[in-house]
């Protein structure tokens, strides 16, 4: 989202901030647009303040690490409804000076007493209903966002995590302001919101959503920021921020008059001291694969981002006819992306070997499954995902697909030495499980109902069953593509499941239909992921929708909107250009440290 004028002005003046792209917003107030070409670093975020900061960060001599922590920490105050401290995420670095990529896996991990029946209500051997599961104690996850931004200053910054919080701390205290996509998150939220006292206190002034133009502060948020740059992580993990985050879980702040009706029993979880101290990032090799002749690096487990992504991007290497017309390639973008999901389904989840994902990232596997599309015509779906133990295009039992939801967010950086950062983090449900943790300021993550709550893979395995300190399968995909060894791309964006098509869409518009990144990322969007219709926004099925319902393919109910991207493209002689949504979520904000003239 992207604030007010007045207030965005207000936040980037006291933060000592000159806004460094010329005014740009679709609402035609001044600030950062979408958009922003030049030289020396660029940021691109969901959040004008954020991104100012960054930019204030790079500005000041920072490197890119810093500047995404800083951006990172201030989403935090101004987008707490899709990421935090409560949450988790994957964090994707390429150093200039190594010329290598590498990633923080600080994904949550379920408690140590985690069992397969988790989300199993024993009262009547059903699966709990989704909201139910969400708003509960049972659905918090060990937080690692903490740990992944202390980890990421020690090993690549040039500056202390306590540096990083401190713009953050300022923006809490000083406060921001509310505008309409804000105002609408708590809307979409209030019944959940009402049952927390902690919660009402923050985001349902007088109770109801704050008005849009009024400003929002968060104290105690700015008090949690400076405890943690005080002492470490070891305060979140092990000390007095633990204590209150296991009280919260174990012992709900239920009011004693809630605002508005939940229409569930709030649940306790399970979590304890022990697992919070036992927390441990993990720093997998990132995957990997080519795309016409430019190397692709993704998330490894436990997401299915990097494997989904290059997944499909091989298959359609391997399957798309050189001559191909727009709506030929669309439909094998569409096609490739139900192959892929179906079997990540099947084959993704925390445990899944290094083996079973090399081969699903080999060509031979995109050749196997490329050999089931029909240029002139699309498959029934939901296709069955493939057999990796046989060869040729050997389908085995169909698989049921999963959904997720629409929160998290997404920043792309990098700096004037060529590091680049990519980082998705979330604490998965718009508003994540609604409780604030009473005193400090920031909501808890729902992220364990990310697990399956029961088997989807009829006789097979389901790799996305809960278990002890297991992590869930995620969907995030932040994604560095690099040229002759050079970043030459990179992206990233919230959504759930449809983060991994945003990612695969935008990487297909701006390489294979030839469209500049701007264009690649505002053209409209369409998710195939396994399931009989299409999810399309109405521009797409308006543009496409005749050619593609020609080949057989058939859409879903539109949605309004599928993604908030952002990303960064290199060009020559060190040329940026730093791309965010121009409209969905409220457009996002672009900057560069020396704007093109
Ligand atoms: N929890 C989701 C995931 O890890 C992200 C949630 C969202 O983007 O809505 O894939």
Redesign the pocket.
Known sequence: MRFLPALTALSLTTLGVVAAAPPASAAGAPGLGPTATGYGGAVATVDATATAVGLDVLRKGGNAVDAAIAAAATLGVTEPFSAGIGGGGFFVYYDAKRRSVSTIDGRETGPATMTEDYFIDPADGLPYDFSEARVSGLSVGVPGTVATWEAAARKWGTRSLAEGLRPAARVAERGFGVDATFRQQVADNAAAFGQFDSTREIYLPGGAPPAVGSTLRNPDLADTYRLIAKQGSGVFYRGAIADDLIETVRNPPVADDPTGAWAYPIRPGELTKADLARYRLRFPSPTRSDYRGLTVYGMNTPSSGGIAVSEALNIIEKGLPGSASATEKLHYYLEASALAFADRNRYVGADTSPQTVKQLLSDRWAAQRACRIDPGKALTKPVPPGDITASGCTPTTVGKPVE?????TNLTVADRWGNVVEYTF?I??TGGNAMVVPDRGFLLNN?LT?FNFAPTQGTAADPNLPGPGKRPR???SPTIVLKDGKPFLALGS????T?ITTVLQVLVNRLDLGMTLPEAMAAPRASQRNSAGIQAEPAFRARYGPQLTALGHTFGPDVAELGAATAIEFTRGGGLIASAEPVRRGGGAAAVVRPRR
């Open positions: 997720q939801g629409q929160s998290t979330t998965e449900q992220e990310d995620s969907s995030m919230p959504g759930g499941a983060i």
